[in-house]
Each structure stands twice: as structure tokens, then as C-alpha cells.
């Protein structure tokens, strides 16, 4: 009998996040946390993947995993202080599909650049539910338009409504 816990991938802009974008990666990063699902971010101290991974170690029993580009070379201020498991890769911007694909849902949050909207893809592409959290409209016509089944959400409380909706469809 599996007791894997369920990984819930949140993906978005890193330095240029917006103000809004942070906190509600950090009360998404809780709210993860808070119903026992394990958190997986890129790993890196910025933006959303800091934000998430803040709001997750919260919360007691947490686990947050950081898939970061770098080979790690022990300076660990290139991830965030909140990994509870960091993954070097030395893949660069190609970690993006380990992301997507080691997650069972993936959530962007608040949009971002071409790093984010690969990760979109590549969920897209690996047949992963993707929920598009607080994105702008040009995001949710773009990626709707490529696969049925992209969902939206406007608010923290209804995306993790939509996650284990999702993760119980799995």
C-alpha cells in the first residue's frame, strides 16, 4: 500500500514577480503544505519559488523540494533557505521538465516570462493538470487554446479546491 504523498508543482517569475504574485505564492505555498501534499518549486531565492517555499515550512511536516539549474557547488545562496530537499541539475533552463514532471499538478501562479510559460507547456505537453492561478487573460486564452482541461483559478482557497479535485481524479 503507497503512502507517496501527492507533489504539487508551482511555477512563476523569479526576479520580476509582482508584489501580488509573492503572497499569494506564499499563502498557496501554506496551503499545500497544510493539506500534507509536498511542495516543488524551481529552488531558487526569488519570486514565487522563495514565496511558496516560505508559506510551505510553515507548516509543520512540511516538505518543499527545489529543482534548481545549477550543479550545486555548496553555496547554497543560490536556492531558497525554506528547500527541505535541493536537486541540482546542472541542466539549466531544461529543469524545467524535470519540474513538470515530477509534479501530479502543476499551478502557475501569477504568470511570469519564457521560463514559466515553457513549464506550462511542458505540463501541457506531459499530460499534467494545469491550473493557471491569477494569470493575465492573454496567458489563459494562449494555453486553453492548446489543450482542453487547463483550469483557472482567481483566488489561493479555490485553486487547492481545484487541486484536490484533480489529484482525486488521479
Request: proline share 4%; glycine share 14%; net charge negative.
Amino acid at each position: 500500500m503507497s503512502s507517496r504523498r501527492p507533489v504539487v508543482g508551482v511555477m512563476g517569475a523569479g526576479d520580476g514577480a509582482s508584489a501580488e504574485a509573492v503572497v499569494m505564492a506564499e499563502e498557496l505555498g501554506e496551503c499545500i503544505s497544510a493539506r500534507g501534499w509536498v511542495l516543488l518549486t524551481g529552488g531558487r531565492p526569488a519570486g514565487v519559488m522563495a514565496a511558496a517555499s516560505r508559506g510551505a515550512a510553515r507548516v509543520e511536516g512540511h516538505l518543499v523540494v527545489g529543482v534548481l539549474p545549477d550543479e550545486g557547488s555548496g553555496d547554497h545562496r543560490q536556492n531558497t533557505a525554506d528547500l527541505d530537499l535541493a536537486l541540482f541539475t546542472g541542466m539549466g533552463k531544461a529543469r524545467n521538465v524535470i519540474n513538470v514532471l515530477s509534479a501530479d499538478v502543476v499551478v502557475v501562479c501569477g504568470g511570469g516570462g519564457p521560463g514559466t510559460a515553457s513549464e506550462a507547456a511542458h505540463a501541457l505537453n506531459g499530460g499534467r493538470p494545469l491550473i493557471l492561478l491569477a494569470v493575465p487573460p492573454v496567458w489563459h486564452d494562449f494555453f486553453c487554446s492548446l489543450a482542453a482541461g487547463v483550469e483557472r483559478a482567481s483566488d489561493v482557497q479555490g485553486c487547492c479546491r481545484l487541486i484536490e479535485a484533480l489529484l482525486t481524479k488521479a
